[in-house]
């Protein structure tokens, strides 16, 4: 039996392999290059995401595809040993288990590619069958690797059942027709980095070539959004909640109802999974009731964490170093374990 006290989230989106690639530059067609190391770990931003959560404490459940190939049984051991509840992993038994390929530059910078057949892809049928898992959820998480129509389902599933509805837009798709015209004032929270949050503002809006700490207002007002927090790499990330004033903490007030916080200061090696850690510890601190300001400071902490170690799955805060955070929160670092409502 769950404890009612623990926090439980679904987690719907890509779970893949990672092929990770350190290397001094991109190669040219036709050219050939010695990478420093080459090596694969499990992938996906609902995986990372899922796993944060995990060891962050929370009860999870992860919906989404894998293949029935050796990679897609190694990825649901991976998450059974993480305590996550896989019985939602669809298995594609003729299918290989989708692939990203990360290449890092020894700066941390980094640049993907990535496919995913259609038949790989989160639908709403596969949201549907998770449907009494949503309902019993605090939250439920989804990026858009997974289908348009997906998140439409888990927005209907959750609406009718009070759970709180968090998305985060990436990786961004070529085409966002479908994904701008989601419910999305139904939606409780968005966390886009800056330039996912420029993509989603519609058409013409002046935001979109405007000022980067206004992104989140912006995005909020025109979507409809309560909370929405655009992530901005080394500059931070600015947090606008349409039911907060303004409050004290490390920021820089771009409007009565938004905050710029600074990033948490480290050495970079690995940019690549930074912002899933973000994502996942700032749900988890603020669904379990942690103020506003501390919350992103945990949030940082970990994304800082993250990119000053190479890879991804394997850079990922441990349930050790989220636990310390938690212990931090608990005894004076602000906020309390309680769960709010929608």
């Not at 303004?246 to 990033?263: H, L």
Request: net charge negative; glycine share 8%; proline share 7%.
């Amino acid at each position: 039996m769950t404890d009612p006290l623990v926090p439980r989230f679904v987690v719907v989106g890509a779970y893949v392999a990672d092929c990770l690639v350190s290397t001094p530059r991109l190669p040219g067609w036709g050219e050939h290059i010695q990478a420093d190391a080459i090596r694969t770990t499990p992938g996906g931003k609902a995986l990372n995401q899922a796993v944060t959560l995990a060891r962050g404490g929370a009860h999870v459940t992860a919906v989404g595809i894998v293949g029935g190939d050796t990679v897609g049984r190694d990825l649901v051991a991976t998450l059974t040993a993480e305590g996550i509840d896989t019985a939602h992993l669809t298995v594609q038994p003729n299918a290989p288990t989708p692939v990203c390929v990360v290449f890092t530059r020894p700066d941390g910078q980094n640049a993907t590619t990535w496919s995913i057949a259609d038949n790989m892809i989160a639908s709403a049928e596969i949201v549907y069958r998770a449907k009494a898992e949503i309902a019993h959820a605090d939250a439920v998480l989804i990026t858009f690797e997974a289908a348009a129509e997906a998140i439409r389902q888990v927005v209907t599933i959750a609406r009718d059942a009070g759970t709180r509805v968090i998305v985060n837009p990436a990786p961004s798709p070529a085409d966002l027709t479908a994904y701008r015209a989601l419910p999305w004032q139904q939606v409780d929270m968005i966390i886009p980095n800056e330039a996912e949050a420029r993509a989603l503002l519609p058409e013409h809006h002046p935001a979109r070539a405007g000022q980067a700490d206004g992104l989140a207002e912006a995005l909020g007002t025109a979507l409809g959004v309560p909370t929405v927090c655009v992530t901005l790499a080394a500059d931070g990330c600015t947090l606008w909640d349409a039911s907060a004033g303004t409050s004290t903490g490390d920021r820089r007030a771009s409007s009565a109802n938004a905050q710029t916080y600074s990033a948490h200061p480290t050495d970079v090696v690995d940019t690549t999974g930074g912002s899933d850690a973000f994502t996942a510890v700032l749900a988890l601190h603020l669904l379990s009731g942690t103020d506003q300001p501390t919350a992103v400071r945990h949030a940082h902490a970990a994304a800082a964490l993250t990119i000053s170690r190479p890879g991804t799955y394997d850079a990922l805060p441990t349930a050790a170093e989220l636990r310390d955070q938690r212990d931090q929160r608990d005894h004076g670092g602000g906020g309390h374990p309680a769960r709010p409502g929608r």
